[in-house]
Nanobody, 128 residues
Framework: QVQLVQSGGGSVQAGGSLRLSCAAP????????MGWSRQAPGKEREELAT??????TYAESVKGRFTIYRDNYKNILYLQMNSLKPEDTARYYC???????????????????????WGQGTQVTVSS
């Protein structure tokens, strides 16, 4: 199965911005549930944001600072990250799942961890 290809990670100072990209060659992102998560060493993995049509969700830790969106013509998912904090330092992953009403009568799974396609991850480091 074709996996997702990520780019855009790097190092920034606190208060700076980064934009992560997640390319999905071979299929239409508009027909997939998609999202972003992260995991830092010694910490639990954290679901950050999801997008399903016009609907988006955000973790409380990034609400108001991060924005998830996609370009349906280029088949690319983005995560715009503003006002970055040192605690945002982690490896970031994108994920996707084909929309289906199997998920309790809803288009997408309730949990990002149920998505079956994943990017390779990209490191984001925020210095104080």
């Amino acid at each position: 199965q074709v996996q997702l290809v990520q780019s855009g990670g790097g190092s920034v100072q606190a208060g700076g911005s980064l934009r992560l990209s997640c390319a999905a060659p071979g299929y239409e992102v508009a027909t997939y549930c998609m999202g972003w998560s992260r995991q830092a060493p010694g910490k639990e993995r954290e679901e950050l944001a999801t997008i399903d049509g016009r609907n988006t969700t955000y973790a409380e830790s990034v609400k108001g600072r991060f924005t998830i969106y996609r370009d349906n013509y280029k088949n690319i998912l983005y995560l715009q990250m503003n006002s970055l904090k040192p605690e945002d330092t982690a490896r970031y992953y994108c994920a996707a799942e084909a929309m289906s009403l199997r998920h309790g009568g809803r288009w997408c799974p309730d949990s990002l961890w149920e998505y079956d396609r994943w990017g390779q991850g990209t490191q984001v480091t925020v210095s104080s």
